[in-house]
Every structure is written in structure tokens, then in C-alpha cells.
């Protein structure tokens, strides 16, 4: 005998969908800008010969990578503010499975 399990009915949910954005993409998409920003003023100004062009880059870099991921964490947060405001309900379907035997042992 072959008992074959009950297909459940599925249950209609509200859900809300969102675009949330990627907040570690926003990090270091502003990290990399704030080393660029650094290198670039950098080379605004005069080296000094005592210490030289890549440690002073180094140096200034330490500053500007860290306000730029400050500032990609800042623009992240208030991206996910806005996809807050956008959010749209929709119709889901829930269906619960039981694990089938094999899945058990």
C-alpha cells in the first residue's frame, strides 16, 4: 500500500515588497571614493622630502577612507529610508511542506 501525503491548501498572506539597498556595497563603494579623494588631494600640495609621497598618501588615506565609508553608510541609510516609503503589498501563497521520510533519519 502506497499512501501518498496530502497536498496542503495554500494560504493567501499579505506581504510587503520592498527594494532594500546593500549596505556593505554602499561601504565600500565610498571607501574606494574616499581613497581616491585622498590620493588626489594629496598630490594638490607640495611632498615633503622627509617623509615622502607614499607614506604621506598612506597617511591622508587613513582619514579619507574612513570618512568615505562614513559617508556611503550615511547615503545607505537614507536609501533604505526612501525604499521604506515605496513599499507595495501583494498577494503571497504559504504552502508548508512535511519533510518527506528519507529526510527524517
Known sequence: MSTTPEIPKPDLDEVRIRRAPKIPA???VGGAL???ASLVVTSLFPVDPAVG???LVAYVSLYGITAGV???ALAALIADRVSTRRIRTARAERI???PADDELS
Open 26 to 28: 554602499f561601504m565600500i
Open 34 to 36: 574616499g581613497a581616491i
Open 53 to 55: 609621497f607614499g607614506p
Open 70 to 72: 562614513l559617508i556611503g
Open 96 to 98: 508548508v511542506v512535511p
